[in-house]
T-cell receptor, first 111, second 115 residues
Framework: DAKTTQPNSMESNEEEPVHLPCNHS???????IHWYRQLPSQGPEYVIH???SNVNNRMASLAIAEDRKSSTLILHRATLRDAAVYYC????????????FGAGTILRVKS | EAQVTQNPRYLITVTGKKLTVTCSQN?????MSWYRQDPGLGLRQIYY???????DKGDVPEGYKVSRKEKRNFPLILESPSPNQTSLYFC??????????????FGPGTRLTVL
């Protein structure tokens, strides 16, 4: 199964950019990279997803390495409301639509 | 309002007593999925369904059953619950565009305790 590796935790200052890394060295050519976050006491929330090219939306940007073995979720200006657990997920096409979650990164934002 | 609903939200039961957790979505999504979340283990996928009458195993399917007889509903069935199935359960749904999974919408969660 395609797996992801993320740092256990990261810390950021409010109003500063945050770069959350994810390694997925066994990714196959058809696997999509999804990011979700989970705020305390809530269900997961979609952030962004992509295949090969960098992606931007209102919440974040996703930078995907050329060899696709890693990716980075970029929050352009962290706020206290961004404090959450961030999950990097591979959507493994060769296994149907099974989703393999990483352990997640706990992001702490300091004011 | 577009949403995924789960019932019950909280459930305490005893070992071996069959139970069903319901999940319903009103967004006409093809894809539905169940996850469990345990401390230190993150989210793990139990089962998923790509459309009516199509279900498949996720990472931790043992001890669970699902069915997808209607597009909007995807119940999770525990035929004989055991204490190791004590967990927080989430249902999710999504569209599939040309087979590509899009944004998943998650339900509020069901906290299950098996004594």
């Amino acid at each position: 199964d395609a797996k992801t590796t993320q740092p256990n935790s990261m810390e950021s200052n409010e109003e500063e950019p945050v770069h959350l890394p994810c390694n997925h060295s066994t990714i196959s050519g058809t696997d999509y990279i999804h990011w979700y976050r989970q705020l305390p006491s809530q269900g997961p929330e979609y952030v962004i997803h992509g295949l090969t090219s960098n992606v931007n939306n209102r919440m974040a940007s996703l930078a995907i390495a050329e060899d696709r073995k890693s990716s980075t979720l970029i929050l352009h200006r962290a706020t206290l409301r961004d404090a959450a657990v961030y999950y990097c997920i591979l959507r493994a096409m060769e296994y149907g639509n099974k989703l393999v979650f990483g352990a997640g990164t706990i992001l702490r934002v300091k004011s | 309002e577009a949403q995924v609903t789960q019932n019950p939200r909280y459930l305490i039961t005893v070992t071996g007593k069959k139970l069903t957790v319901t999940c319903s979505q009103n967004m006409n999504h093809e894809y539905m999925s169940w996850y469990r979340q345990d401390p230190g283990l993150g989210l793990r996928q139990i089962y998923y369904s790509m459309n009516v009458e199509v279900t498949d195993k996720g990472d931790v399917p043992e001890g669970y059953k699902v069915s997808r007889k209607e597009k909007r509903n995807f119940p999770l069935i525990l035929e004989s619950p055991s204490p190791n199935q004590t967990s927080l359960y989430f249902c999710a749904s999504s569209t599939l565009l040309a087979g590509v999974l899009n944004e998943q919408f998650f339900g509020p969660g069901t906290r299950l305790t098996v004594l």
